[in-house]
């Protein structure tokens, strides 16, 4: 089996994970941090029974509390990701076309920890969002304005936003253990290490061993999901189906940062200060130029001759 | 009349020089209101729109406070303008002069009014930046609303929210490049400025600028 | 038990060994950085470490429990963490839902905390001292099995029976409690036991 | 389970049959996924719904439940019509060479000497012929038709794949590929595991279910030997060890039994145990009864268990029934026979069959006394819950005293797996508000108890005064104090009868093993099977030591395995008649030509010569046995009998309705529901997200399964108009109850006999108490009626009708 995460340690060690180790901060420039071992998250898909247990061990750790829902036709619960549900288990029914069977697709839904993040990207606030050179992105809970522009970067629609306390939420990849050499509560729970943690490069031989057991079982299509739109995840899928991801709960096909907000916080940043400077500049220019447009003296005389002319 | 220039409470006070009214003290509050909330808005909105600019949000309390009032200011500009625009509309509308106006925009820049036609209470220029703030508003309090999240996060896709800060982006832009042209082509022109605030400007302003107008409020005596 | 001695054997057995260097190199931070503002101080550290066993099914997963306070020092002793034993040959570390959840089953809203006793007719439990709730309990038994033991049967057998009580034994308790129980039953003449071994 | 958890992963082939592994115990499952991931091993999962266990499967095949023995009788056929059999093994490890006894027979799924007024068997015939010698009659070639091979070939002949998919509703193709993926299993380098749990055993013939795939795993070879095995996965985290110590009404610790009104004396209890060998030169283990039992007997009583008074012989009850399991205390109180019920934890209102009984039954009582951590539904049956409890508190006289005790953190002890290991765990947690602990609740009912009777007199009052009561502490027994006690000490010390001076076993030692126990009153055990746990070499239960030689999941040095730490029961079985492994990679024991020697302690006497002594010891034969004698009420094979309700009659006993060795109680009967008027079939089960009732007390797993739910197919969601997340109602003749519907692809109609039946899945865990949100459980629908054997209610098979209702309830 894959080793096993360890046990955490009482014994207090200084964090491994610093301000020193930062890739990216959002709204914000930072010096290239100390680099890090590439980490990942492996989830194979092939592997999961859907057993939420990555759920209540997020819950546990993060201190989180959920509140008790309503069944609504589904194993899904709750709903949605929320503020305090960092990780979903999604669960489809699909019927395989070639060979007519059913087939439980289950996926561990969350944050993918992007190379290239859209929320980061998108986030206004200077240090709201950072991202470590391990890969971890993580949200800064006392610099997030709550104005949900990572909501609209993400292309995982992974972010919420607490509407109480205006601050945004997302799994964390549980630095505070990584940080003290731990993996995340999900992967050391998770009862069939579906999940799995470590070097992205172990990560993915990992999976290669994988995807050969499921080739071997008929699976033809089995892949690797660490998509390169998004410069690669540091949370990565093996799919039985890697050709469609989509019928994974809407797994995005291939997921990118949209156009649009490229081009919001691309050109149109840029674009949109340089047109205001650019007025601003002509006024004075022509002010300069031309000098003031002053009423003249004839003008008031004009002006009298006209109301007097009347009375 | 029916093609007056002549709004209600414009009058003229003969003497030397001799005072004309322009605008009405509702009229100069209403103005003014907008006028506030449309430079708060700029300056929070410039907040969120570029980091460099960020260190504004200070002036709100902070990015969260930011993030609250800008909304709510949006709300008083538009209510604000809509009343400035039930007030000015009319006058606003485009006349064959305004055309020629336009045609001689050189000697518009250049300050040579003289060769300029004889206009109405408004110029092209002034008319351009009415209408055009009038369609920047109404975008920016719909796209506006569309990523206001609080109230109205759930109602709206994520694709399409993408595409309201976008709009909303490029709108205030404009809009605050339009406000720019106002303020500038208000001191620019002297004489303007006693207009929105004591409401009153000299004959010869108004001969100069708006030489229909004072010969329509004339005849109106 | 000891820590060291499974640790060991464990680099050993499964090669956790890996999971030791691979999974502690993750950061090359500077030691003595400060957190980054991103990140919670470690929630465990100085806390006391016991080890125990899922109480829910029979694969029986390896637990640790980290307390607020060391019990076996005497002092009060508050869970704030549980979660799969590493070193444990079964689980590996790893939990199930159930038992991932374990600490609020401790801190559960619906922990019972005192004897209560429900009169016949009553539409609420009272609170009662455990000792008028055990006399209560000895002196019900006795008087029943006085009434109802069954010492010799219609064939004149010795049969030594009591039938009129019955007693239903646990499934998540010890061995130890188990047996006691045994005793305390079984002495007293009891047919009607049985446990949760048939659902 | 005949092997553990670890052991798993050196499977080539795992059936999940009657259980549902990967949902009921994730961690266990693990090492199902490390056996495909790492040597390729398959998963079938044959189940009436496409589980969370199908998921992760190789080959799902659909089942009706409660024909499991058709299907299992079917793969035997298959097995035996085309060779796939392990012969050297089932020739010399099995009973298939003994000749049956005249006179025994079958027909129309009866076995002769029935007695329908009884519902049960006259057993005299099932057996086997015995030789003048005294031993079994035996023909190595296979050839007398009476033989045990030849029965069982013609027994399981009509369950053809044709009357298999008829009566299962499984696809044909299916069944046989399941049959092809078993068969090939039957090679001495191949292994199949079985995991089951209470699918099987939750039928009116759940043992036979079990029987089934036992014979099945003997027909390939699969038993003791690694990655094989018949492994029960049991539900709770010590049920296994409240069964080892014996806590059921005929139980003695170690698996002896109280004895019966009919076995007056002594001697005629020991005359029916202590089995004599039936073959030459074979060891019969349960010869040494007497030793388990007599030291059991000094360990309640001490000096008051004397050779003079029978070792406080008449201490013990008598039992006038088979058994006083919870289904007839339950009937027993509901006539009004019974005043008291004492609660340790459990939850029988949400447990047992038909709730409205279960309510009437309470209420009849004059006393009752709950002890658990949590809240149970039990505890509060008298309580107004509107519809989720709806009595009225005023009419209800039992006098109800809740006691709280402690949870998993708060004590100390040891709890016995599935696999058999007794593993310590210590307590870390301060007990909430005055909690205690149960084995200080227990001493405290006693001893109090105990007082009155020595200030008052009463009843036969010597079995509870004389009591051993040895702790420090009377009032609070010490963990290891009571561990002492189970594993056994030397009361008087033994000396060597030929040498008196030479010491074997000093007074006040902890003896080191079963092996020890004498039955002249010298030593003491509470538990024969648990000696060597807690011996000289101090608690080898809290043992953790995770290495283990040659990975082959056997981790002998981590706590303890009962008996003896095996790790593998029936190990010797592992080597064939010669001592040599049938595997080499899977060597457990081998015969290095003196003794049995390897990765395990073997489950045979060390110098048991391979080719005399076989190797199912716990039998006096020495092998296994296809034909169980007259050991089960309801046959020495099983049959295919339908659930007592069933959409669909008996295909091989068309006369027959549920099992005839059922028993009945009057009224219960005529609350059967049948097809007519109930046409669903209905079947229970639990969740992964929470484990019985307890869960909902805990919010998280609250959060992740919300609320009460039943499952149905699209197809009959269609024809009764229920929506996914809608509300219905679903009722049998015995009750109804109110549920969200979860409406799935997971659950089809299956055709049996030329008809759709249609399954309604119910899941227990809700209640009126907790986190989660109130709901009903499936007992309010379950009908009252037990296994032939152990009376496991019938939870898996019964009939219900269902319908669209606008809800929500109150």
């Given at each position: 089996?894959?080793?096993?995460?360890?046990?955490?340690?009482?014994?207090?060690?200084?964090?491994?994970?610093?301000?020193?180790?930062?890739?990216?901060?959002?709204?914000?420039?930072?010096?290239?941090?100390?680099?890090?071992?590439?980490?990942?998250?492996?989830?194979?898909?092939?592997?999961?029974?859907?057993?939420?247990?990555?759920?209540?061990?997020?819950?546990?750790?993060?201190?989180?509390?959920?509140?008790?829902?309503?069944?609504?036709?589904?194993?899904?619960?709750?709903?949605?990701?929320?503020?305090?549900?960092?990780?979903?288990?999604?669960?489809?029914?699909?019927?395989?076309?070639?060979?007519?069977?059913?087939?439980?697709?289950?996926?561990?839904?969350?944050?993918?920890?992007?190379?290239?993040?859209?929320?980061?990207?998108?986030?206004?606030?200077?240090?709201?969002?950072?991202?470590?050179?391990?890969?971890?992105?993580?949200?800064?809970?006392?610099?997030?304005?709550?104005?949900?522009?990572?909501?609209?970067?993400?292309?995982?629609?992974?972010?919420?936003?607490?509407?109480?306390?205006?601050?945004?939420?997302?799994?964390?990849?549980?630095?505070?253990?990584?940080?003290?050499?731990?993996?995340?509560?999900?992967?050391?729970?998770?009862?069939?290490?579906?999940?799995?943690?470590?070097?992205?490069?172990?990560?993915?031989?990992?999976?290669?061993?994988?995807?050969?057991?499921?080739?071997?079982?008929?699976?033809?299509?089995?892949?690797?999901?660490?998509?390169?739109?998004?410069?690669?995840?540091?949370?990565?899928?093996?799919?039985?189906?890697?050709?469609?991801?989509?019928?994974?709960?809407?797994?995005?096909?291939?997921?990118?940062?949209?156009?649009?907000?490229?081009?919001?916080?691309?050109?149109?940043?840029?674009?949109?200060?340089?047109?205001?400077?650019?007025?601003?500049?002509?006024?004075?220019?022509?002010?300069?130029?031309?000098?003031?447009?002053?009423?003249?003296?004839?003008?008031?005389?004009?002006?009298?001759?006209?109301?007097?002319?009347?009375? | 009349?029916?093609?007056?220039?002549?709004?209600?409470?414009?009058?003229?006070?003969?003497?030397?020089?001799?005072?004309?009214?322009?605008?009405?003290?509702?009229?100069?509050?209403?103005?003014?209101?907008?006028?506030?909330?449309?430079?708060?808005?700029?300056?929070?909105?410039?907040?969120?729109?570029?980091?460099?600019?960020?260190?504004?949000?200070?002036?709100?309390?902070?990015?969260?406070?930011?993030?609250?009032?800008?909304?709510?200011?949006?709300?008083?500009?538009?209510?604000?303008?809509?009343?400035?625009?039930?007030?000015?509309?009319?006058?606003?509308?485009?006349?064959?002069?305004?055309?020629?106006?336009?045609?001689?925009?050189?000697?518009?820049?250049?300050?040579?009014?003289?060769?300029?036609?004889?206009?109405?209470?408004?110029?092209?220029?002034?008319?351009?930046?009415?209408?055009?703030?009038?369609?920047?508003?109404?975008?920016?309090?719909?796209?506006?609303?569309?990523?206001?999240?609080?109230?109205?996060?759930?109602?709206?896709?994520?694709?399409?929210?993408?595409?309201?800060?976008?709009?909303?982006?490029?709108?205030?832009?404009?809009?605050?490049?339009?406000?720019?042209?106002?303020?500038?082509?208000?001191?620019?022109?002297?004489?303007?400025?006693?207009?929105?605030?004591?409401?009153?400007?000299?004959?010869?302003?108004?001969?100069?600028?708006?030489?229909?107008?004072?010969?329509?409020?004339?005849?109106?005596? | 038990?000891?820590?060291?001695?499974?640790?060991?054997?464990?680099?050993?057995?499964?090669?956790?060994?890996?999971?030791?260097?691979?999974?502690?190199?993750?950061?090359?931070?500077?030691?003595?950085?400060?957190?980054?503002?991103?990140?919670?101080?470690?929630?465990?550290?100085?806390?006391?470490?016991?080890?125990?066993?899922?109480?829910?099914?029979?694969?029986?997963?390896?637990?640790?429990?980290?307390?607020?306070?060391?019990?076996?020092?005497?002092?009060?002793?508050?869970?704030?963490?549980?979660?799969?034993?590493?070193?444990?040959?079964?689980?590996?570390?790893?939990?199930?839902?159930?038992?991932?959840?374990?600490?609020?089953?401790?801190?559960?809203?619906?922990?019972?905390?005192?004897?209560?006793?429900?009169?016949?007719?009553?539409?609420?439990?009272?609170?009662?001292?455990?000792?008028?709730?055990?006399?209560?309990?000895?002196?019900?038994?006795?008087?029943?099995?006085?009434?109802?033991?069954?010492?010799?049967?219609?064939?004149?057998?010795?049969?030594?029976?009591?039938?009129?009580?019955?007693?239903?034994?646990?499934?998540?308790?010890?061995?130890?409690?188990?047996?006691?129980?045994?005793?305390?039953?079984?002495?007293?003449?009891?047919?009607?036991?049985?446990?949760?071994?048939?659902? | 389970?005949?092997?553990?958890?670890?052991?798993?992963?050196?499977?080539?082939?795992?059936?999940?049959?009657?259980?549902?592994?990967?949902?009921?115990?994730?961690?266990?499952?693990?090492?199902?996924?490390?056996?495909?991931?790492?040597?390729?091993?398959?998963?079938?999962?044959?189940?009436?719904?496409?589980?969370?266990?199908?998921?992760?499967?190789?080959?799902?095949?659909?089942?009706?439940?409660?024909?499991?023995?058709?299907?299992?009788?079917?793969?035997?056929?298959?097995?035996?019509?085309?060779?796939?059999?392990?012969?050297?093994?089932?020739?010399?490890?099995?009973?298939?060479?003994?000749?049956?006894?005249?006179?025994?027979?079958?027909?129309?799924?009866?076995?002769?000497?029935?007695?329908?007024?009884?519902?049960?068997?006259?057993?005299?015939?099932?057996?086997?012929?015995?030789?003048?010698?005294?031993?079994?009659?035996?023909?190595?070639?296979?050839?007398?038709?009476?033989?045990?091979?030849?029965?069982?070939?013609?027994?399981?002949?009509?369950?053809?794949?044709?009357?298999?998919?008829?009566?299962?509703?499984?696809?044909?193709?299916?069944?046989?590929?399941?049959?092809?993926?078993?068969?090939?299993?039957?090679?001495?380098?191949?292994?199949?595991?079985?995991?089951?749990?209470?699918?099987?055993?939750?039928?009116?013939?759940?043992?036979?279910?079990?029987?089934?795939?036992?014979?099945?795993?003997?027909?390939?070879?699969?038993?003791?030997?690694?990655?094989?095995?018949?492994?029960?996965?049991?539900?709770?985290?010590?049920?296994?060890?409240?069964?080892?110590?014996?806590?059921?009404?005929?139980?003695?610790?170690?698996?002896?039994?109280?004895?019966?009104?009919?076995?007056?004396?002594?001697?005629?209890?020991?005359?029916?145990?202590?089995?004599?060998?039936?073959?030459?030169?074979?060891?019969?283990?349960?010869?040494?009864?007497?030793?388990?039992?007599?030291?059991?007997?000094?360990?309640?009583?001490?000096?008051?268990?004397?050779?003079?008074?029978?070792?406080?012989?008449?201490?013990l009850p008598k039992l006038d029934v088979p058994a006083y399991d919870v289904l007839r205390a339950f009937e027993l109180m509901h006539q009004g026979k019974m005043n008291g019920y004492i609660c340790q934890g459990f939850n029988p209102l949400m447990s047992f069959p038909n709730r409205k009984k279960m309510t009437a039954a309470l209420s009849k009582l004059k006393y009752l006394i709950t002890m658990d951590p949590l809240e149970t539904e039990t505890a509060r049956f008298w309580e107004n819950h509107g519809e989720y409890n709806d009595v009225d508190p005023t009419k209800i006289q039992t006098e109800v005293i809740q006691l709280p005790s402690t949870c998993f953190a708060e004590d100390e002890g040891a709890l016995v797996n599935s696999g058999r290991w007794l593993q310590w765990h210590w307590a870390g947690a301060t007990p909430p508000g005055e909690a205690k602990l149960d084995s200080w609740i227990m001493a405290q009912i006693h001893l109090r108890l105990k007082a009155l009777y020595q200030k008052e007199g009463g009843a036969f009052a010597e079995p509870i005064t004389n009591l051993h009561w040895p702790y420090k502490d009377p009032n609070d027994p010490s963990p290891e104090e009571l561990a002492k006690e189970l594993n056994g000490y030397v009361i008087e010390t033994v000396t060597d009868p030929n040498d008196p001076t030479k010491i074997v076993l000093e007074k006040g030692k902890q003896v080191v093993g079963f092996g020890v126990l004498r039955d002249d009153g010298k030593t003491a055990c509470g538990n024969w099977i648990y000696a060597g746990s807690f011996n000289e070499a101090g608690n080898n239960m809290a043992r953790r030591d995770n290495s283990d030689v040659d990975d082959t999941g056997a981790f002998s040095k981590w706590a303890f395995s009962w008996p003896a730490n095996r790790r593998i029961l029936y190990n010797r079985a592992s080597a064939d008649v010669n001592g040599k492994a049938w595997d080499p990679s899977?060597?457990?024991?081998?015969?290095?030509?003196?003794?049995?020697?390897?990765?395990?302690?073997?489950?045979?006497?060390?110098?048991?010569?391979?080719?005399?002594?076989?190797?199912?010891?716990?039998?006096?034969?020495?092998?296994?046995?296809?034909?169980?004698?007259?050991?089960?009420?309801?046959?020495?094979?099983?049959?295919?009998?339908?659930?007592?309700?069933?959409?669909?009659?008996?295909?091989?006993?068309?006369?027959?309705?549920?099992?005839?060795?059922?028993?009945?109680?009057?009224?219960?009967?005529?609350?059967?529901?049948?097809?007519?008027?109930?046409?669903?079939?209905?079947?229970?089960?639990?969740?992964?997200?929470?484990?019985?009732?307890?869960?909902?007390?805990?919010?998280?797993?609250?959060?992740?399964?919300?609320?009460?739910?039943?499952?149905?197919?699209?197809?009959?969601?269609?024809?009764?108009?229920?929506?996914?997340?809608?509300?219905?109602?679903?009722?049998?003749?015995?009750?109804?109850?109110?549920?969200?519907?979860?409406?799935?692809?997971?659950?089809?109609?299956?055709?049996?006999?030329?008809?759709?039946?249609?399954?309604?899945?119910?899941?227990?865990?809700?209640?009126?108490?907790?986190?989660?949100?109130?709901?009903?459980?499936?007992?309010?629908?379950?009908?009252?009626?037990?296994?032939?054997?152990?009376?496991?209610?019938?939870?898996?098979?019964?009939?219900?009708?269902?319908?669209?209702?606008?809800?929500?309830?109150?």
């Amino acid at each position: 089996m894959y080793p096993p995460l360890p046990n955490p340690t009482v014994t207090p060690s200084a964090p491994k994970l610093s301000d020193k180790n930062l890739m990216r901060r959002s709204a914000s420039t930072v010096p290239q941090g100390e680099s890090m071992q590439q980490v990942a998250k492996l989830i194979d898909t092939s592997k999961c029974i859907g057993c939420k247990a990555c759920q209540t061990a997020c819950l546990e750790w993060n201190n989180l509390r959920e509140e008790v829902g309503v069944n609504a036709g589904s194993y899904t619960n709750p709903h949605d990701l929320t503020t305090a549900s960092w990780t979903l288990m999604r669960f489809t029914e699909w019927v395989n076309p070639e060979t007519q069977d059913l087939e439980w697709l289950i996926r561990k839904d969350g944050c993918m920890h992007c190379a290239d993040p859209g929320c980061l990207k998108a986030c206004p606030s200077p240090g709201a969002i950072v991202q470590y050179t391990n890969g971890i992105v993580d949200f800064v809970k006392d610099n997030c304005i709550g104005c949900g522009y990572c909501v609209k970067g993400c292309p995982f629609n992974i972010p919420r936003i607490s509407k109480a306390e205006g601050k945004a939420y997302k799994c964390s990849l549980c630095s505070d253990r990584v940080a003290v050499g731990q993996g995340p509560a999900c992967a050391k729970a998770c009862p069939t290490q579906a999940i799995v943690f470590g070097p992205k490069e172990d990560m993915k031989k990992h999976a290669e061993g994988r995807i050969k057991d499921l080739k071997s079982r008929g699976y033809k299509n089995a892949g690797l999901y660490d998509p390169p739109g998004v410069g690669g995840t540091h949370v990565m899928y093996v799919l039985h189906h890697a050709d469609k991801p989509q019928i994974y709960a809407g797994l995005p096909n291939n997921p990118v940062i949209s156009p649009l907000v490229e081009v919001w916080k691309g050109a149109v940043k840029y674009a949109g200060l340089a047109a205001i400077g650019a007025v601003a500049a002509l006024g004075f220019l022509h002010h300069a130029v031309s000098g003031p447009n002053r009423v003249s003296r004839e003008d008031e005389e004009a002006a009298k001759r006209l109301a007097e002319g009347k009375s | 009349m029916a093609d007056s220039e002549v709004a209600p409470g414009d009058g003229i006070h003969p003497g030397d020089p001799v005072k004309v009214d322009r605008y009405t003290a509702g009229a100069r509050i209403n103005h003014w209101i907008t006028a506030a909330s449309l430079v708060l808005l700029a300056i929070s909105g410039l907040a969120l729109f570029h980091p460099s600019l960020f260190f504004l949000t200070a002036l709100f309390g902070g990015g969260s406070w930011t993030r609250v009032i800008h909304p709510w200011l949006g709300v008083i500009l538009f209510f604000g303008f809509f009343g400035l625009f039930l007030r000015f509309w009319k006058l606003n509308l485009w006349k064959r002069e305004d055309g020629t106006w336009m045609a001689k925009i050189r000697d518009v820049i250049a300050g040579h009014d003289e060769n300029l036609p004889e206009l109405g209470k408004y110029n092209a220029g002034q008319k351009m930046v009415f209408w055009s703030m009038s369609a920047l508003i109404l975008v920016l309090i719909t796209s506006g609303i569309v990523i206001w999240d609080q109230y109205f996060g759930p109602y709206f896709t994520v694709t399409q929210k993408r595409v309201a800060v976008l709009v909303h982006a490029g709108a205030a832009v404009a809009a605050i490049c339009v406000w720019i042209v106002h303020v500038y082509a208000a001191i620019w022109v002297r004489g303007t400025i006693s207009a929105m605030t004591r409401g009153q400007v000299t004959g010869g302003w108004a001969w100069r600028h708006h030489r229909k107008w004072l010969r329509d409020l004339v005849t109106r005596h | 038990m000891n820590m060291e001695l499974s640790r060991r054997h464990f680099l050993k057995g499964a090669g956790a060994g890996l999971a030791g260097t691979t999974v502690g190199a993750f950061g090359f931070g500077d030691i003595e950085a400060a957190y980054a503002a991103s990140i919670r101080p470690f929630k465990l550290a100085n806390l006391t470490e016991t080890r125990n066993t899922c109480p829910y099914c029979s694969v029986a997963c390896g637990i640790v429990m980290y307390s607020k306070g060391d019990l076996k020092k005497g002092e009060k002793a508050d869970i704030v963490h549980i979660e799969g034993d590493a070193d444990h040959p079964t689980n590996r570390g790893t939990l199930c839902p159930k038992g991932s959840a374990l600490l609020d089953f401790v801190h559960s809203e619906t922990r019972l905390k005192y004897p209560m006793i429900r009169k016949p007719g009553s539409n609420k439990f009272e609170r009662a001292t455990w000792d008028v709730a055990l006399d209560r309990i000895a002196r019900l038994m006795k008087d029943d099995r006085d009434q109802n033991f069954i010492a010799k049967n219609n064939d004149g057998t010795t049969v030594n029976r009591w039938v009129t009580t019955g007693f239903l034994a646990a499934s998540a308790t010890t061995n130890e409690t188990a047996f006691i129980t045994y005793k305390a039953v079984r002495s007293a003449g009891m047919l009607v036991f049985d446990n949760q071994a048939r659902v | 389970m005949t092997n553990s958890w670890t052991d798993i992963k050196n499977t080539d082939l795992v059936v999940i049959m009657g259980g549902n592994a990967a949902e009921a115990h994730p961690c266990g499952f693990k090492w199902v996924t490390e056996a495909k991931a790492n040597r390729g091993a398959k998963l079938i999962v044959v189940d009436p719904r496409y589980t969370r266990s199908a998921s992760v499967a190789d080959l799902y095949a659909p089942i009706r439940q409660g024909t499991d023995i058709a299907f299992l009788l079917g793969v035997i056929n298959y097995c035996i019509k085309n060779d796939k059999v392990q012969w050297e093994y089932v020739k010399a490890f099995t009973s298939a060479p003994y000749v049956v006894k005249a006179g025994f027979k079958y027909e129309d799924g009866l076995f002769d000497g029935y007695d329908e007024t009884k519902r049960d068997y006259n057993r005299s015939n099932w057996d086997l012929e015995i030789g003048p010698d005294g031993n079994l009659v035996v023909d190595e070639t296979l050839q007398n038709p009476r033989c045990v091979w030849n029965m069982m070939k013609a027994h399981v002949a009509e369950y053809t794949p044709e009357m298999v998919s008829r009566i299962c509703g499984t696809p044909k193709d299916k069944f046989l590929k399941v049959c092809e993926m078993i068969a090939a299993t039957s090679a001495k380098d191949k292994v199949m595991t079985s995991m089951y749990a209470l699918g099987w055993t939750q039928h009116s013939k759940g043992s036979q279910n079990i029987r089934g795939m036992a014979m099945l795993q003997l027909l390939l070879g699969n038993i003791g030997v690694r990655g094989g095995g018949m492994n029960a996965l049991r539900g709770h985290s010590n049920i296994q060890g409240l069964t080892d110590i014996g806590l059921m009404s005929n139980l003695i610790p170690g698996y002896m039994t109280i004895p019966t009104e009919r076995e007056a004396t002594f001697d005629t209890y020991m005359s029916t145990r202590g089995f004599k060998p039936l073959r030459p030169g074979q060891m019969s283990f349960f010869q040494n009864y007497k030793k388990f039992f007599v030291s059991f007997q000094k360990a309640m009583w001490a000096s008051a268990a004397t050779a003079e008074n029978n070792w406080a012989y008449d201490y013990l009850p008598k039992l006038d029934v088979p058994a006083y399991d919870v289904l007839r205390a339950f009937e027993l109180m509901h006539q009004g026979k019974m005043n008291g019920y004492i609660c340790q934890g459990f939850n029988p209102l949400m447990s047992f069959p038909n709730r409205k009984k279960m309510t009437a039954a309470l209420s009849k009582l004059k006393y009752l006394i709950t002890m658990d951590p949590l809240e149970t539904e039990t505890a509060r049956f008298w309580e107004n819950h509107g519809e989720y409890n709806d009595v009225d508190p005023t009419k209800i006289q039992t006098e109800v005293i809740q006691l709280p005790s402690t949870c998993f953190a708060e004590d100390e002890g040891a709890l016995v797996n599935s696999g058999r290991w007794l593993q310590w765990h210590w307590a870390g947690a301060t007990p909430p508000g005055e909690a205690k602990l149960d084995s200080w609740i227990m001493a405290q009912i006693h001893l109090r108890l105990k007082a009155l009777y020595q200030k008052e007199g009463g009843a036969f009052a010597e079995p509870i005064t004389n009591l051993h009561w040895p702790y420090k502490d009377p009032n609070d027994p010490s963990p290891e104090e009571l561990a002492k006690e189970l594993n056994g000490y030397v009361i008087e010390t033994v000396t060597d009868p030929n040498d008196p001076t030479k010491i074997v076993l000093e007074k006040g030692k902890q003896v080191v093993g079963f092996g020890v126990l004498r039955d002249d009153g010298k030593t003491a055990c509470g538990n024969w099977i648990y000696a060597g746990s807690f011996n000289e070499a101090g608690n080898n239960m809290a043992r953790r030591d995770n290495s283990d030689v040659d990975d082959t999941g056997a981790f002998s040095k981590w706590a303890f395995s009962w008996p003896a730490n095996r790790r593998i029961l029936y190990n010797r079985a592992s080597a064939d008649v010669n001592g040599k492994a049938w595997d080499p990679s899977r060597k457990l024991i081998e015969w290095d030509g003196t003794k049995w020697a390897g990765y395990d302690v073997p489950d045979i006497a060390p110098g048991a010569k391979p080719d005399v002594v076989g190797p199912f010891i716990m039998n006096p034969e020495g092998t296994a046995r296809f034909f169980t004698r007259g050991l089960m009420r309801d046959g020495p094979f099983p049959v295919h009998y339908e659930p007592f309700e069933s959409p669909v009659a008996n295909a091989v006993a068309p006369k027959v309705r549920g099992n005839p060795a059922a028993r009945v109680f009057r009224g219960d009967m005529e609350q059967f529901g049948d097809a007519k008027e109930f046409p669903y079939a209905a079947t229970s089960y639990r969740l992964t997200e929470h484990f019985h009732f307890w869960t909902k007390h805990v919010q998280p797993n609250a959060v992740v399964q919300p609320e009460f739910f039943v499952e149905i197919s699209e197809q009959l969601a269609q024809e009764k108009g229920v929506k996914s997340g809608g509300w219905v109602r679903v009722w049998s003749k015995r009750g109804s109850i109110k549920a969200k519907a979860v409406v799935t692809k997971r659950i089809v109609p299956l055709i049996c006999d030329g008809k759709p039946i249609h399954i309604v899945g119910i899941p227990l865990h809700w209640g009126f108490t907790g986190a989660a949100k109130k709901g009903f459980g499936p007992n309010s629908l379950t009908p009252y009626v037990g296994d032939a054997n152990i009376e496991t209610p019938e939870y898996k098979a019964f009939l219900v009708d269902i319908e669209s209702i606008s809800g929500p309830v109150a």
